[in-house]
């Protein structure tokens, strides 16, 4: 299996023990509502800032990706017109 499996694993086994625990709590029905309520806002709260930081980390990346793009394409036209002059004088 592998690590993320794993963990993945984990994580769902917590938050159902999380849940089954909350459920089977002797508190009223209203509080266990409300407690489970709390606690996925926080969840979901939690992988929004996991999501954004992912589309942050991604957007980074594809303007590096850009960067050096634009880097190559500059080299190559560099690259193309030191040929055309170099085939220019030779035919002179």
């Known amino acids: 299996m592998s690590s993320g499996k794993v963990l993945l694993g984990v ?7 999380a849940l ?3 459920l089977f ?3 009223k029905g209203q509080n266990t ?3 489970i309520t709390r606690k996925g806002e926080d969840f979901a709260d939690g992988l929004k800032e996991k999501f954004d930081e992912f589309l942050e980390n991604i957007s980074v ?3 590096e990706v850009k ?3 634009s880097d190559f394409t500059e080299k190559a036209k560099t690259k193309v017109s030191e040929a055309k002059k ?3 004088t ?3």
């Not at 994580?11 to 023990?17: F, K, R, T």
Request: aromatic content about 0%.
């Open 11 to 17: 994580l769902v086994g917590v938050a159902a023990g």
């Open 61 to 63: 990346k594809v303007d």
């Open 25 to 27: 709590a002797p508190d």
């Open 90 to 92: 030779a035919t002179e």
């Open 67 to 69: 960067e050096e793009v």
């Open 33 to 35: 509502r409300k407690n």
């Open 20 to 22: 089954l625990g909350i």
């Open 86 to 88: 170099a085939a220019k």
